[in-house]
Every structure is written in C-alpha cells, then in structure tokens.
C-alpha cells in the first residue's frame, strides 16, 4: 500500500515531503508506529531522488518524530503526544438528531473488561462451555466451501444451507411453522427489529409494547419517530385489553417475559392474536432464550397459533452460542418477506458469509443440539442453587417471580430498598448485580434484581449470594 504524498512541480522537493510527513504525523493520520516506506520505494513512487527521502527521514529522526531500527526501517515515534483529531466550534445543521442519538441511554449495553468476578448479567453466555473445537472444524469446513465461490456478493436472506437449518432447528425445538423460504438470517435479533420497524413503520405510527420490557427494542421504534405505548404485564403476560386503538406493531416476549420472566398463558395468547387481528396490527415475537426449558409441559411459539399470518418470530444464537457471532434469524408473515429483502438489501446487504457456512455445518452435524443439550444441564444446576437461595436465606428480602424458562431469574423486593445503592455495594465486592428500574419506561418500577446465570460459574454462586445476603442486612 502507497502511503498517500503529492510532489507539485520540480521546486523544493525536501521541503514538500518534510512539510507534508510532518503534517501526516502532528495530525495523527501517520499513527505512532507506523512503518515508513523505504526510502528508495518512496522515491520511485513520488519520482524524485532517493537521496532527498534519506535527508528527509534524517531530518525528522534528528528532531525525534521519527526512530530508526537496524533491520526493520523507519518508524513514527511511539512516544510523541496523541493526537485529538476532536473539534469543537462546528455545528451542524441537524445537530439537534446527532444530540438526539448521542444521549440515547445505553444502560444495558453488556460492560467489557473490569466487569465484576462473580456476575449475575442477564443473557451473557460463558465462552467455558462454548465449543471451541467443534466450531473451529465448522469454520475450516466454511473457509474450505468459500473457496470455490466467485467473491460475489450474497442473498440478502442469507445462504441456503443456513436458513434450512434454522427452519428444521425451530419447527423441531420450538413448534414454529416454517420452512427455509421463510427465514431471513439477521445480524443478531437487533436487526431483525430494526428491519421489522422499518418496513412496517412511519413517523407518528402507534407501536405497543411490554412495559417493562426490552428497552433496546423500544428505542428502536421511537428512533424511528414511532409513539410507544408501554402496556404493563399482569402474571399472564401483556394486558391485551389495554392495547391502544390505531396500534400497527405489537411486541412482545410471550415465552419469557422480558424482564420478569413469567410464561404468557394461553388464553392470553389466543387474545393477542385475535386483538391484533382487530388492529391490523404486527405482532413481533422475540423468542430470545426459550430453548432452556426447566419445568412442565413445553409450550409452542406463538406463532405456531397464528392462523391469519399476523406474528413475525424472531430468535437469536447470542443466547445459545456465542453473542460475538451476531447471528439471528426472522420468521416475517409470508406478504413481509419481498419487503424485508428489500429493505436488507439497502442497509448492509447481507450478513457475512463466512460464520453463515460455519453455523449451518454447527447445525448440521448435530453439534447445536448436544450444545444446548449440555448447557441446559448446567444452567438447571445454577438455576436451582439460585432459587434455593432466594427461598432460604434471602428470602426476608426477595420473593421470586415464576419462570420456567431462560437463564435469568427475576426476585422482587418484599420491601422498599435503594436497589441503586445495593448494586453499587456489590460492585464493591466483586458481585455483579442488576436492578429492575432501566426496564420499565411509564408504569411504576417494580423494585427487584435480574439474576442472570448463563456467565457466572456455578462454583461463584453461593460466596456472590453470601455477600449479597450480607449487603441486605446492612441496608436493612
């Protein structure tokens, strides 16, 4: 690769390249450690002598900028002051929209390194139980099928092999009605909302949701310039009888509730549908962690009741593999479809190839199936030692909402408590604690913890939950 340098003329060459390397670095467009080019590279690429890039070189290492190493080259000096490339004074036109979006919350954006040793973050997974070898011969299998295609761009829905998988996987797990035709492989369930908005909304359109509730997905529709409804959740799921008139977008977590956790009842679900059916409306199921099952009968998708062609049924392989991969997946009613590949297609086209052919192999090997397998194992271990607990011990401070899917717990406060002040003191300790209030939006916050046990090793649950017993006592 040139490095980019423009000579004008024939006239003081050494001062042209002195000025403009000098330039390149002070600005940072030539970070510390960059490598130059040799110097008789540089001469042939500019057309002047090699002799003026050597003084150059020679006039910038003598003033520090620049450090020479025997055997290697020519160097940007690591130790020069960073530069700042951020400007003040200059004020867009739309500066308003870019303060919009630049204050949206991010509360619940996963923390990165420095997180706590013990955490109870909900729908992180551990890479401990990630199947590193079996993943690493699908990805060979992948970088071996890419080799015999063109370099051509993909299919917006995604490859073949991929959306078949999907479609076995879910009809077989999770009763949804569908085959490879249906599936559109997503960037993670994010994008399968973000393509659902955008295709079926306009600014001032009405979109109800769970209150609380996903807030990502929230903010999603009203960066789109949708008016939310926050419809609160009663133990049978969202309150269908509140859903506002002129609604065109339902969402919802029927198998899971987001954050609570409790299953949506049959009666409720049959209500949705035949609410939304009323409306008109989009119903978006999110199916984000429902295959880990722990009790009773197993219960199918809502979309498996759909008759009318009313449900758009989202998942995502964050919760089951490996959130880095972004891979998800979107079941649109069948009159969506040619609008949602439209709309992929302008956005970002498709998503990489590469860890597509590597999933559909992870399918088809029978490798996703033993993965979930193993991990449901483990997760019903932790999920029992943290119920136990909430039923012992903790008990005089926290009751537990009923859940009987998923790989987070909710526990309610008995009574009033600074949940804020309690995570705060567990940070402290290493402990990572979650509280309910970013999750509710209009209705009145229901003071509680979100206990994720898809990160925190079985072994760090019970000295977390000690100390966390101890915090209690003391704000008590």
Request: aromatic share 6%; glycine share 8%.
């Amino acid at each position: 690769m040139e490095l980019h340098l423009i000579i004008h003329g024939q006239k003081d060459l050494a001062g042209q390249l002195y000025r403009q390397l000098r330039e390149a670095i002070d600005s940072g467009r030539l970070a510390a450690g960059t490598r130059l080019p040799p110097s008789r590279l540089l001469a042939e690429q500019l057309g002047i002598s090699r002799k003026t890039i050597s003084d150059t070189y020679a006039q910038l290492t003598y003033e520090g900028v620049l450090v020479g190493k025997i055997g290697s080259g020519t160097f940007v000096n690591t130790h020069l002051p960073r530069h700042d490339r951020r400007q003040d004074g200059v004020r867009f036109a739309s500066q308003d929209n870019i303060d919009h979006w630049a204050n949206l919350d991010t509360r619940l954006r996963h923390p990165g390194a420095g997180t706590a040793k013990a955490d109870f973050i909900g729908g992180a997974t551990t890479q401990l139980q990630f199947p590193q070898e079996e993943w690493r011969r699908c990805v060979n299998h992948a970088m071996r099928r890419m080799t015999g295609l063109r370099g051509h761009y993909s299919a917006p829905e995604g490859i073949a092999p991929l959306r078949d998988g999907i479609a076995r996987h879910i009809s077989y797990a999770r009763g949804v009605n569908c085959q490879l035709d249906d599936v559109m492989v997503c960037n993670g369930a994010q994008q399968a909302l973000d393509l659902l908005a955008r295709v079926m909304l306009r600014p001032g359109d009405k979109v109800a949701m769970e209150d609380p509730g996903y807030t990502p997905a929230r903010l999603i529709f009203q960066t789109l310039g949708a008016e939310v409804a926050c419809v609160p959740v009663d133990a049978e799921g969202i309150c269908v009888e509140l859903i506002p008139e002129g609604t065109r977008m339902i969402y919802t977590t029927p198998s899971h509730q987001f954050p609570l956790g409790m299953p949506m009842s049959p009666a409720r679900r049959e209500a949705l549908l035949t609410r939304a059916l009323e409306l008109g409306a989009l119903v978006i199921e999110d199916d984000y962690d429902s295959e880990f099952r722990y009790e009773g009968r197993p219960t199918d998708a809502l979309q498996s009741l759909d008759r009318h062609g009313v449900v758009a049924y989202i998942g995502t392989f964050s919760k089951v593999l490996l959130p880095e991969l972004r891979l998800g997946y979107l079941i649109p009613p069948p009159s969506l479809f040619p609008a949602l590949v439209r709309a992929r297609q302008i956005s970002d086209w498709h998503s990489s190839t590469l860890p597509q052919w590597a999933l559909a192999k992870f399918i088809s090997e029978g490798y996703l199936l033993k993965h979930i397998r193993r991990c449901h194992v483990i997760y019903a271990g932790r999920r029992e030692r943290i119920l136990a607990r909430l039923a012992s011990d903790l008990s005089p401070w926290l009751k537990t909402v009923p859940s009987v899917a998923g790989f987070h717990l909710t526990a309610l406060l008995r009574e009033p408590l600074n949940v804020a002040l309690l995570c705060e003191l567990a940070r402290k300790v290493e402990v990572g604690l979650y509280g309910l209030a970013p999750f509710h939006h209009q209705v009145p916050v229901r003071d509680g913890l979100l206990l994720g046990f898809g990160a925190i090793d079985t072994l760090d649950i019970d000295p977390a939950l000690d100390k966390v017993r101890d915090l209690l006592q003391q704000l008590a």
